[in-house]
């Protein structure tokens, strides 16, 4: 048995479609039988590698370490999983786009620090902003979609096992459709 080179990345979002991966309880057990988890913020490993099977991508593409990482991602990767609204539509990652990116940065480290607020200028600190939020498929091919805030674990599930056996998930009924 050949086992699926597995990745989970972790971009603009709030780490809510990552949580409900773990909801997915003793199918992880399942699921660790049948893949190499290749990268993930559940391991420590600091480089996308150079092949991956299936990727989830959580999250919008808010600055520039984003960008990178997920064009890294799309070249290294067979298939590319649009993995919650932010991913799917910028959702609320995406609500600062009306404002300029010098407003969000005075909002978060000046206004909205208790002492002694600054914005942080060391290079590596905090990556540039985009002018924009963006969902993943603007930016790249993407293979699946995966709606909700966060998708359910038993929706996570509907994607993955038929990936596993080689065959295109199919989403139906209201609990795989319906999101929000």
């Given at each position: 048995?050949?086992?699926?080179?597995?990745?989970t990345?972790?971009?603009?979002g709030?780490?809510?479609?990552?949580?409900?991966?773990?909801?997915?309880?003793?199918?992880?057990?399942?699921?660790?039988?049948q893949?190499?988890?290749?990268?993930?913020?559940?391991?420590?490993?600091?480089?996308?590698?150079?092949?991956?099977?299936?990727?989830?991508?959580?999250?919008?593409?808010?600055?520039?370490e984003?960008?990178?990482?997920?064009?890294?991602?799309?070249?290294?990767s067979?298939?590319?999983?649009?993995?919650?609204?932010?991913?799917?539509?910028?959702?609320?990652?995406?609500?600062?786009?009306?404002?300029?990116?010098e407003s969000?940065?005075?909002?978060?480290?000046?206004?909205?620090?208790?002492?002694?607020?600054?914005?942080?200028?060391?290079?590596?600190i905090?990556?540039?902003?985009?002018?924009?939020?963006?969902?993943?498929?603007?930016l790249?091919?993407?293979?699946?979609?995966?709606?909700?805030?966060?998708?359910?674990?038993?929706r996570?599930?509907?994607?993955?096992?038929?990936?596993?056996?080689?065959?295109k998930?199919?989403?139906?009924?209201?609990?795989?459709?319906?999101?929000?």
């Amino acid at each position: 048995m050949v086992r699926v080179k597995f990745a989970t990345v972790w971009l603009g979002g709030c780490s809510g479609c990552h949580m409900s991966f773990l909801d997915l309880d003793e199918w992880l057990i399942d699921l660790a039988e049948q893949v190499d988890v290749v990268y993930s913020p559940f391991a420590d490993i600091k480089q996308y590698p150079e092949w991956v099977d299936v990727v989830l991508v959580e999250g919008a593409i808010a600055n520039e370490e984003h960008l990178e990482i997920l064009h890294t991602v799309r070249e290294r990767s067979q298939i590319l999983i649009s993995f919650g609204d932010c991913a799917v539509t910028g959702n609320v990652t995406a609500l600062r786009n009306p404002l300029s990116t010098e407003s969000v940065l005075q909002s978060c480290y000046i206004e909205a620090a208790d002492l002694h607020g600054s914005i942080p200028n060391a290079p590596g600190i905090v990556p540039p902003l985009l002018d924009r939020v963006q969902p993943v498929h603007t930016l790249v091919p993407v293979d699946i979609y995966l709606p909700g805030c966060p998708p359910s674990a038993d929706r996570i599930r509907a994607v993955l096992e038929p990936l596993l056996k080689g065959e295109k998930p199919h989403l139906e009924g209201r609990d795989l459709l319906k999101f929000g």
